[in-house]
């Protein structure tokens, strides 16, 4: 069993920024693709760095079980 320290809150934040600034750049990306051709590719080559950071932010949670 875990004990819960004071330092989650902590270790979790740098991770939120990493988020955060991926969903900026990922709208960013997306912003920058022209409207009247829309290819698939390049709506995923912007959502990678959103999805990235998600997995990043799931899997450095600490473990709660």
């Not at 004071?6 to 709208?27: D, I, K, N, Q």
């Not at 390049?42 to 760095?49: K, N, R």
Request: charged share 10%; no cysteine.
């Amino acid at each position: 069993m875990l004990k819960k320290t004071g330092s989650e809150p902590s270790v979790r934040r740098p991770v939120l920024l990493l988020l955060a600034g991926a969903g900026a750049l990922s709208f960013a990306s997306a912003a920058s693709i022209p409207h009247d051709g829309l290819h698939p590719l390049a709506l995923m080559a912007a959502l990678l760095p959103l999805q990235l950071a998600a997995l990043l932010y799931v899997f450095r949670r600490p473990y709660s079980g």
